[in-house]
């Protein structure tokens, strides 16, 4: 759904029901994706325990830069 004028953030969430335990610090990737939503000045919530499953949220502000659709980011 495209924002609206009240809009100021992109929202996405992801969520499994895997083994979880999945840590920025691990090797796995998101700390690629968390530092590519940070340098949109956005902010990424991982919450992964053990044996229940991950879920990833990431907001990103709404600006004339990262809206443009002309523009393309990939997460």
């Known amino acids: 759904m495209p924002p609206t004028h009240r809009c100021r953030h992109h929202h996405v969430a992801v969520r ?5 335990g999945a840590d920025f610090t691990r090797g796995t990737g998101l700390i690629d ?7 949109l000045g ?3 919530v991982l ?10 949220r990431v907001e990103i502000p709404i600006t004339a830069t990262n ?3 002309t523009s393309c980011y990939r997460l």
């Open 42 to 44: 956005g902010r990424t």
């Open 67 to 69: 809206d443009d659709a």
């Open 16 to 20: 499994d029901d895997g083994v979880g």
């Open 33 to 39: 994706l968390k530092d590519r939503v940070e340098a």
């Open 47 to 56: 919450d992964s325990p053990c044996e229940v499953g991950t879920s990833l």
